[in-house]
Nanobody, 124 residues
Framework: QVQLVESGGGLVQAGTSLTLSCAAS????????MGWFRQAPGKEREFVAV????????YYGDSVKGRFTVFRDYVMSTVYLQMNSLQPEDTAVYYC?????????????????WGQGTQVTVSS
């Protein structure tokens, strides 16, 4: 069973940066794509970013495009989310996700596995 463990969340001020990481284990060699979603209080879960583990092709949600960068360490089965110019509206629980499908169309990304989430709070 694949397990995903996120780390790196915390409380930061607006305009600063933060990097989240997500380590996959327990069958991670079957994974083809990994990504991030977030959920703010009272809102639906929102897609943030996804990356193919082989090749590194990425796709981003409109609200983070140009500010967030997703990258991976294929050997370590770890994916990162670098978040720059953070704003209070970025406050949410960030969830790591993964799929065994390479998703020909990354905008159709649907995870098979989820992490427990890590809280990111951005103060104004």
């Amino acid at each position: 069973q694949v397990q995903l463990v996120e780390s790196g969340g915390g409380l930061v001020q607006a305009g600063t940066s933060l990097t989240l990481s997500c380590a996959a284990s327990g069958g991670s060699l079957r994974l083809a794509t990994m990504g991030w979603f977030r959920q703010a209080p009272g809102k639906e879960r929102e897609f943030v970013a996804v990356i193919r583990l082989i090749g590194g092709t990425t796709y981003y949600g409109d609200s983070v495009k140009g500010r967030f960068t997703v990258f991976r360490d294929y050997v370590m089965s770890t994916v990162y989310l670098q978040m720059n110019s953070l704003q209070p509206e970025d406050t949410a629980v960030y969830y790591c996700s993964a799929s065994s499908s390479s998703h020909v169309r990354l905008w159709d990304y649907e995870p098979d596995y989820w992490g427990q989430g890590t809280q990111v709070t951005v103060s104004s």
